[in-house]
């Protein structure tokens, strides 16, 4: 995990990315509110994004504009046979119509992996209920093999990957962050990752916790 911003300076979310981030930042997201289905585990979280985002409206598909507007008028003729398949049209697309104050809102769908690897059922716990109703901002810097955007998740201020840390609920994942800064993080003291492991809490409660490679390999072969 990148250990960015600097601590001392992550209780509210900087109005623009600081420098040290903004190296390698291939965009910056800003989700409709998360709900409870949205959490698969502890290490990836699939948000949806406005289509008036210049992110998504940038690229977003005649033929999804086009389903959408008529999706809006067969709910209006109240032809819910129709509008319910212009919908599986739209999700099959990559976007849904989510349901915003009681207005609906045509969004992308983003799956975006924290840059750790989690710590089983409570790694899962903790990021749900830091997330679950939260509109989150997202600073993506890749994109893994499975098409998900790797970046770091902000949530009220806080920088969600900082707060696991601390809680010993995720480990410090290398494979994810090839960031330039990163070497430098590593070191810095105090290493929220070494937090934990001195206050033997979460993962680091055992003598010998299980390496979450080896957690997901067990969990594939459903061990």
Known sequence: M????????????????????????KFELL????????????????????????????????EVSLAAAKRAKARENKNYTEA???????IASGYRMINVQNKEVLAKKFRIRLSKMPFGKESHDELLKMVEGKSLKVLVY???????CVGDIYCNGKFVQEVMLKKGLAWHYLAYDKRPELAKARFCKPQWENEAKQKRIGLWAAKNPEKPWDWRKNKRGGN
């Open 84 to 90: 319910d398949a212009l919908h599986k049209k739209i």
């Open 142 to 148: 890749a994109e893994d093999r499975y098409g998900r």
């Open 31 to 62: 989700t409709l509110p998360v709900d409870q289905k949205s959490v698969a585990d502890g290490d990836t979280v699939t948000v949806y994004v406005s289509s008036t985002d210049p992110i998504v409206s940038s690229t977003l598909p005649k």
């Open 2 to 25: 990148i250990i960015l911003p600097s601590p001392g300076k992550l209780d509210e979310i900087p109005n623009e990315s600081p420098v040290s981030v903004s190296e390698g930042l």
